[in-house]
């Protein structure tokens, strides 16, 4: 019998790491394009392409562009997109209400894709920010993010896209019984086959900025969303939100930001065992960018290097504005 001195001795972890071949076969996790949903922005007008400054390589399209993008998506194997609207100023109103208008550029985006590219799953983000004059999630009343009306304004939003031909609702918005009451519209309308993939803890976070100025809200939000999204010092909260939005009826579950809350992504896929995602949100896609831009990090790698550790921490998916990028690259690998 060897003690256990002789055993450590001989244990020798570098063996099968020595050749390219041993690395691939004891390979524990793999990024597939099958993990990938695309995020992209719609803006008003037509042949449409405008670059947003924060986020290099991120454009604004036109619908009639946005098409043409889901077909490149759709060609590269990519299963789901998810459209986000630079919706006009003179659509904004203190109650978001045009959220269930059925000609919003969410509904129009998702109606023209699905005539012409019926196998992409589209994804809605089902929420107010859009759509409020003040760039909150939530109807804002005397300095008070009201709960209640909100849901009802959400529920109203999702009906409408769910109607235009959305295949998966993602309500973002936070509020107190969402998942929930969507579930029943739903149910009651017809749509009982139509997945929930909530936001379901999404934090109160700084790494949003780059998307606030590409949908349009950067220069409108007045104060913060510390009220309703998640304080980022809090897990057990966050696991409180997600085992809330599983008992209300969520299909999915998604954790936003990604990389700085892994921690969150780990406890919620070995707690509830449902289809996790990750948003790899602006903020982590414009520090990725503009370090590759500067040389000072392998811009490539370090994307691919990020969306594994997604894989690694439990997600089944990932929201990320590189999914053309790297579809393009798996393919090509
Ligand atoms: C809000 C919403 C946000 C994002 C998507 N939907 C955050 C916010 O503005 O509070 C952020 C996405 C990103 O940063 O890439 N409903």
């Known amino acids: 019998m060897?003690?256990?001195?002789?055993?450590?001795?001989?244990?020798?972890?570098?063996?099968t790491r020595r050749t390219e071949w041993s690395r691939r076969l004891v390979q524990e996790n793999a990024l597939s394009v099958n993990d990938l949903i695309w995020p992209f922005f719609v803006c008003e007008g037509s042949n449409v392409?405008?670059?947003?400054?924060?986020?290099?390589?991120?454009?604004?399209?036109?619908?009639?562009m946005a098409v043409r993008q889901?077909?490149?998506?759709?060609?590269?194997?990519?299963?789901?997109?998810?459209?986000?609207?630079?919706?006009?100023?003179?659509?904004?109103?203190?109650?978001?209400?045009?959220?269930?208008?059925?000609?919003?550029?969410?509904?129009?985006?998702?109606?023209a894709i699905k005539k012409e590219i019926p196998e992409i799953g589209i994804i809605t983000d089902a929420a107010l920010d859009p759509f409020t004059t003040d760039g909150h999630d939530g109807i804002l009343r005397d300095g008070i993010i009201l709960n209640d009306e909100s849901v009802e304004?959400?529920?109203?939003?999702?009906?409408?896209?769910?109607?235009?031909?959305?295949?998966?609702?993602?309500?973002?918005?936070?509020?107190?019984?969402?998942?929930?009451?969507?579930?029943d519209a739903l149910d009651a309308n017809g749509f009982q086959h139509l997945p929930i993939m909530s936001y379901a803890t999404?934090?109160?976070s700084a790494f949003y900025g780059p998307y606030r100025e590409a949908i349009g809200t950067a220069g409108v939000l007045k104060g913060d969303k510390k009220t309703y999204y998640l304080d980022p010092a809090n897990t057990d909260e966050a696991m409180r939100e997600a085992e809330?939005?599983?008992?209300?009826g969520a299909d999915m579950l998604m954790i936003k930001p990604g990389m700085p809350y892994l921690d969150i992504i780990q406890r919620i896929k070995s707690q509830f065992a449902l289809p996790t995602f990750a948003y790899q949100v602006s903020g982590e896609y414009a520090m990725?960018?503009?370090?590759?831009?500067?040389?000072?990090?392998?811009?490539?790698?370090?994307?691919?290097?990020?969306l594994l550790a997604f894989k690694r921490a439990g997600c089944d998916g990932i929201l990320t504005y590189f999914a053309l990028e790297v579809a393009e690259k798996l393919k090509n690998a």
């Open 2 to 15: 060897r003690n256990i001195d002789e055993i450590t001795q001989s244990r020798r972890l570098r063996r």
């Open 49 to 64: 392409a405008s670059p947003i400054a924060a986020m290099p390589g991120v454009h604004r399209y036109s619908v009639d």
């Open 70 to 111: 889901a077909e490149k998506a759709a060609k590269l194997g990519i299963p789901a997109i998810a459209p986000f609207p630079n919706e006009p100023a003179h659509i904004k109103t203190q109650d978001g209400s045009y959220i269930a208008n059925p000609d919003n550029l969410i509904n129009s985006v998702t109606r």
């Open 153 to 183: 304004m959400v529920v109203r939003g999702a009906l409408a896209q769910a109607e235009a031909g959305a295949d998966i609702i993602a309500p973002s918005d936070m509020m107190d019984g969402r998942i929930g009451a969507i579930r």
């Open 202 to 204: 999404k934090f109160a």
């Open 244 to 248: 809330q939005d599983v008992l209300e």
């Open 288 to 306: 990725i960018k503009a370090a590759g831009q500067n040389g000072w990090i392998d811009e490539e790698k370090v994307m691919m290097e990020s």
